[in-house]
Structures are given as structure tokens and as C-alpha cells.
């Protein structure tokens, strides 16, 4: 069962079937690399508390990888 619904799943995101809340969070993992926004201050309180800073990301290997598997496509829908 759960293959089948793991293909109707995968032929809806071929359809431009996926909600917007995957297709923001594409987005901004093409953006910054990570799944969401880090705010500001939470590196500053990371700082504080002597933890070292988040690593940096590579963002253009992430685009390179997007475009492979059509990440992009499916972020950037019909625009």
C-alpha cells in the first residue's frame, strides 16, 4: 500500500498537484540552504551561549542538485 500511494503521490507533484506550503519550503531551502529562515537573533543567542556559528551552505551545489531532480521546476511552478 504504502508503494502506490508513494506513485500517486509522485504522479500528482508531475501534475503540479503539491500544496504551497512544500512549494514555499523548496523555496527557501534554494534560498538559504536550510528548511526555513534562520532569524538573526538566533545566531546572536547562539553566539552568546559560546555555540559555534551554523554552518555556511552551498547554495549552488543545492541549485545543481534542484535542477537534476526538478526541484526547481516544481518551486517555480508555471512562472
Do not use: C, W
Not at 519550503?25 to 532569524?39: D, S
Request: hydrophobic letters at 40%.
Amino acid at each position: 500500500m504504502a508503494s502506490v500511494l508513494r506513485v500517486l503521490k509522485n504522479l500528482a507533484v508531475e501534475e503540479g498537484h503539491i500544496p504551497e506550503l512544500f512549494k514555499d519550503l523548496g523555496a527557501t531551502i534554494l534560498k538559504t540552504g536550510f528548511a526555513y529562515q534562520i532569524p538573526s537573533v538566533r545566531n546572536k543567542k547562539r553566539e552568546e551561549a559560546g555555540l559555534p556559528p551554523l554552518p555556511q551552505t552551498k547554495i549552488d551545489e543545492i541549485k545543481k542538485l534542484a535542477d537534476k531532480t526538478g526541484l526547481i521546476k516544481i518551486v517555480q511552478g508555471d512562472e
